[in-house]
């Protein structure tokens, strides 16, 4: 089977690596990632191992490209991913990299900053020009009979109409923040009221705020005073509200001159357009090569820091790596190693070991979802038995025993279908929220529970909680109606009746595939349904626990422990089948042996088996088969005595080769250490099949509680939307489904499902792994370089 | 459809999972996937094969009847055969 089935064989190896071609043969083993590197210098920081330079030099152009990332992002480009990946660069490619890198970095600084003294600049002046020109409405005389109404009052201000008076009127104009308007006015009305006139008016075009760099509209003020104190009070206060001032020549002919001026000096900035296209070839040619560097950079610090675990051979001018080889990849080792370096001198040699290597098992994308979930649990120990390739198909079994449905399965079915249908499109693959990524991570999984859920859901006979009549039912009312004459007024005054069994003709065979539909009518289903669904729970669960000591044979076999076949296989599986093999037997016994003639004298088999175990008997519980109690009690001394040889016959035997002369002799509280996890083994082991034997009972528990959700959710909301037979009743019927859809969706499927998947994993984890598993490996990390991110 | 009793379904449903589970493994392309396929078909028929078992068993002798109600009595005994 490969390697799901156990472990692959990994080995502890040796690299040679010449120190000229050691960063080649690295690059080469990390693109094929096969191996998991060991620190052969773990007490050694990292400011003192070997290649700390070379390091810091990677980080140094990293930070370098994090500031061109960060003014790509600036300019709004989106920096592209890498479409291939490129290897690792040499030493003088390195170099190279390194210095355009900063030279680039140096070119996007300097453009970057004349840019923006450039725009400054040109910000200011057009400020200015608006000053002067919104100025001139306050201060111009009114042009002709066109003057717009608005203007309003006289230009009251005009120097030229007051020349004859003693005071000379000064100005101030500049720029103020729209939000600042009210309190400037208001500070200057108290501070120097009756010597000032202020007038605002907005600017026509917003413009770039230089702090925040947001779009506001400014506005301008002119203010109008006499005397020179007054003068200095409005300055000051301008500079407190962090106002623009700019000078406001006091004759019309100087305002013209002034505004032609700016203009003039306006039009010369036109650099700036010429810097800004530099600037954009600039952020072009950084988002061509950042891309490539980036990964390669990366590749190249990875390397580095694996080169520092190696230990560093100084009169043999060689490396020496020690590392974790899957034994069928050595050739594939040795060929990159070849290819990596310049002479052929590089090579891997075999090393033996005691300790435990790491777990390796390989899985395509749809075996992974299965192992990661029994990852969760434990890595599997180095080589031992796999639980995953059986987990495949039980684990969404035992989730569908619980989820059965054929509506609410189907659902599920076609959701994960289309996860699997689309698994390559781009959309879903890069998706960022965590709960879709783990839906999407395990849609091979949730196909499988959909489809399974809709086999028990068909074998239940539950399709949104309605059965189905696929065969024709088993039970005849007419037959029984006519048997005990059911006239029409015999039914109005009995409101339920029962179908008797015992009858001809009513009950005709069991129905061939599934539940009878007659269940789902009867007001008494669930004392038929909870029977059913125990004894199919318990069954079950006996035969996945069977299964899970039987896959214990493999460890045994596999680790050259065949003592352990007689001395923990056999007592277990008699332990296990005598008694609740036994159970399992009186189940089916009791289905095909007992019918409805003997139904008032019919067994009980909870009691019998308790009966077992106490070794007494009640005189009312007819026995099932003759010689039902000498055999019973021959089972039991059987399991019985399965016990102590469970306990004591590992230790023994282990005790007694120990004690041969050709093999060293251990210490005694090793042998006390031996038998102590040998007696917490047995008491577990029989404890843990009784009690676990009762936990498989969870499969009828939450089986019963979907079905009675999806029959409330049925009879309570969908139902109420064929109370009324007319077209009202069909528009009222809409609304209804919706909230029937919504809760299906949120209660049964996702509530439900996320349950009965706990459950299963449960069931899983602890009664069925606890049989044979260990799980306390770890697992082959490779060196591999990772996929570039980009956040 | 005349209640053939439990052999007619027994019979189809043992050959059909038997097919499943134990013919379909040798037609598997040999490949590396090949051991958990098969894995896969024997785990399968074997589950689902149980499964239904149970369920036809539990029916084969009840030891008694559904009880309905008078409604549902007076529409069963017309319309179901």
């Not at chain 1, 080995?11 to 690059?27: G, K, M, R, T, V």
């Not at chain 1, 979907?706 to 959710?713: D, F, K, N």
């Not at chain 1, 899983?764 to 370089?785: R, T």
């Amino acid at each position: 089977m490969g390697s799901l089935f156990r472990s692959e064989e990994v080995c502890l190896a040796q690299l040679f690596l010449q120190s000229a071609s050691a960063y080649s043969c690295i690059s080469e083993l990390g693109e094929r990632g096969l191996l998991e590197f060991r620190d052969l210098n773990p007490k050694v920081s990292p400011f003192q191992r070997r290649f700390v330079g070379e390091v810091r030099r990677c980080e140094e152009m990293e930070k370098t490209f994090t500031f061109l990332q960060q003014e790509l992002r600036a300019a709004g480009r989106l920096p592209a991913p890498c479409p291939e990946s490129p290897r690792a660069p040499a030493a003088r490619e390195a170099l190279r990299v390194q210095e355009q890198s900063e030279q680039l970095a140096q070119e996007l600084r300097e453009v970057s900053r004349s840019r923006s003294s450039l725009r400054d600049r040109l910000r200011d002046l057009r400020q200015h020009l608006h000053v002067l020109r919104e100025g001139q409405r306050f201060t111009s005389l009114p042009v002709g009979p066109g003057v717009p109404a608005g203007l309003g009052r006289e230009p009251i201000l005009d120097p030229s109409l007051h020349h004859h008076l003693d005071r000379k009127i000064n100005f101030v104009a500049g720029v103020i923040h729209p939000w600042r308007v009210t309190a400037f006015e208001r500070l200057l009305w108290r501070a120097c009221r009756g010597y000032l006139v202020a007038s605002f008016v907005e600017m026509p075009e917003p413009m770039e705020d230089p702090a925040t760099g947001e779009s506001i509209t400014w506005v301008i003020f002119l203010i109008s005073y006499w005397g020179e104190q007054i003068g200095q009070k409005i300055r000051k206060i301008s500079n407190c509200f962090h106002c623009q001032v700019y000078g406001y020549p006091e004759s019309e002919a100087s305002r013209t001159e002034a505004i032609t001026r700016l203009h003039g000096q306006i039009q010369e900035l036109s650099t700036l357009e010429e810097t800004e296209k530099y600037l954009a070839e600039v952020l072009d040619k950084v988002a061509q090569v950042l891309p490539t560097w980036r990964v390669q950079v990366q590749k190249m610090k990875a390397i580095y820091l694996v080169l520092n675990q190696c230990s560093f051979d100084v009169t043999k001018k060689c490396l020496i790596a020690e590392v974790w080889c899957p034994v069928r990849d050595l050739t594939q080792v040795q060929d990159a190693l070849r290819q990596g370096s310049v002479s052929g001198s590089c090579f891997v040699q075999r090393v033996p070991t005691t300790e435990s290597p790491p777990t390796l098992i390989r899985t395509n994308k749809f075996t992974a979802g299965f192992q990661s979930i029994v990852d969760a649990y434990g890595v599997a120990s180095y080589q031992e038995v796999n639980p995953a390739p059986y987990a495949i198909i039980t684990f969404p079994f035992i989730f569908a025993i619980m989820f059965g449905d054929v509506g609410h399965g189907l659902l599920m079915f076609l959701f994960a279908l289309w996860m699997v249908l689309y698994e390559d499109s781009p959309r879903l693959r890069q998706g960022t929220n965590e709960i879709w990524l783990t839906f999407f991570e395990g849609r091979y999984l949730i196909l499988l529970m959909g489809a399974f859920s809709i086999y028990t859901g068909f074998i239940y006979n539950e399709c949104f909680s309605k059965a189905t009549a696929i065969f024709p039912s088993a039970w005849s009312v007419a037959t029984m109606a006519n048997h005990s004459s059911w006239s029409s007024a015999y039914l109005a005054t009995h409101p339920s009746l029962t179908l008797d069994p015992n009858v001809t003709g009513v009950f005709q065979g069991p129905y061939p595939f599934g539940i009878d539909p007659i269940w789902s009518l009867a007001t008494n289903h669930l004392n038929f349904l909870n029977s059913f669904k125990m004894k199919m729970s318990v069954v079950l669960g006996i035969v996945h626990m069977g299964f899970g000591v039987m896959l214990g044979v493999f460890n045994h076999v596999h680790f050259q422990q065949r003592h352990r076949l007689v001395l923990e296989f056999l007592p277990e599986m008699i332990f296990l089948l005598a008694l609740f093999g036994y159970l399992v037997f009186l189940i089916f016994y009791k289905w095909i042996k007992f019918s409805a003639a003997d139904s008032r004298v019919a067994p009980s088999i909870l009691i019998h088996f308790i009966d077992m175990f106490l070794f007494t008997s009640n005189a009312e519980n007819l026995p099932l088969y003759p010689g039902q109690v000498p055999v019973q009690m021959v089972l039991v001394v059987l399991a019985l005595a399965s016990v102590p040889v469970l306990l004591l016959g590992t230790p023994l035997y282990q005790w007694c080769r120990q004690r041969a002369p050709r093999t060293v002799r251990p210490r005694a509280h090793d042998f006390a250490e031996i038998f102590m996890h040998q007696a917490i083994h047995t008491i577990e082991y029989c404890l843990g099949c009784v009690s676990n034997t009762a936990s498989y009972l969870r499969l009828w528990a939450l089986s019963l509680a979907h079905a009675q959700l999806s029959e409330v959710l049925w009879s309570m909301v969908m139902r109420n939307g064929f109370v009324g037979l007319s077209y009202v009743g069909g528009v009222v019927l809409v609304p209804v489904f919706a909230a029937f859809a919504v809760l299906t969706v949120a209660i049964l499927l996702v509530m439900e499902g996320l349950s009965a998947f706990l459950h299963a994993l449960r069931l899983h984890w602890v009664e069925f792994q606890n049989k044979f598993y260990v799980g306390a490996g770890y697992k082959l990390c490779p060196f591999a370089f990772a996929p570039d991110t980009w956040e | 459809m005349a209640y053939g009793g439990l052999a007619v379904p027994i019979i189809v449903m043992s050959v059909f999972w038997g097919v499943v589970g134990g013919v379909l493994p040798w037609l598997v392309p040999k490949g590396p996937n090949r051991g958990v396929i098969n894995t896969m078909l024997v785990t399968c028929a074997v589950c689902c094969y149980l499964f239904w078992l149970i369920a036809i068993l539990a029916q084969l002798n009840p030891l008694f009847g559904p009880q309905l109600s008078n409604e549902t009595i007076w529409y069963l005994r017309y319309h179901w055969p």
